[in-house]
Nanobody, 116 residues
Framework: QVQLVESGGGLVQAGGSLRLSCAASGSTFSINYIGWYRQAPGKQRELVAGLSRGGSTNYADSVKGRFTISRDNAKNTVVYLQMNSLKPEDTAVYYC?????????WGQGTQVTVSS
């Protein structure tokens, strides 16, 4: 079992930045992959960025060069999503997801709103 808590969302103007945090607790040693997903109103949930246990990262084309996923060096149980040059189309609820074997765990989500 893993529990995930996201934080750091909010309202920001286009061109601004936000940093989201995902704090994991429980059987964190079993996590193979952590991803940030987002879901905008009327759209499907999509993968934004991911970080594997080994440190490999992957990004959606729409956020490459603007978003960065990373792990806190001091606290291995915290994963960040640094979001720069935000656009109105980045507006969504952002969710943290942890993969353990074939089971996915989700956080409650944090709202990000980018105004034009």
């Amino acid at each position: 079992q893993v529990q995930l808590v996201e934080s750091g969302g909010g309202l920001v103007q286009a061109g601004g930045s936000l940093r989201l945090s995902c704090a994991a607790s429980g059987s964190t040693f079993s996590i193979n992959y952590i991803g940030w997903y987002r879901q905008a109103p009327g759209k499907q949930r999509e993968l934004v960025a991911g970080l594997s246990r080994g440190g490999s990262t992957n990004y959606a084309d729409s956020v490459k060069g603007r978003f960065t996923i990373s792990r806190d060096n001091a606290k291995n149980t915290v994963v960040y999503l640094q979001m720069n040059s935000l656009k109105p189309e980045d507006t969504a609820v952002y969710y943290c997801n942890a993969l353990i074997l074939d089971r996915r765990y989700w956080g409650q989500g944090t709202q990000v709103t980018v105004s034009s």
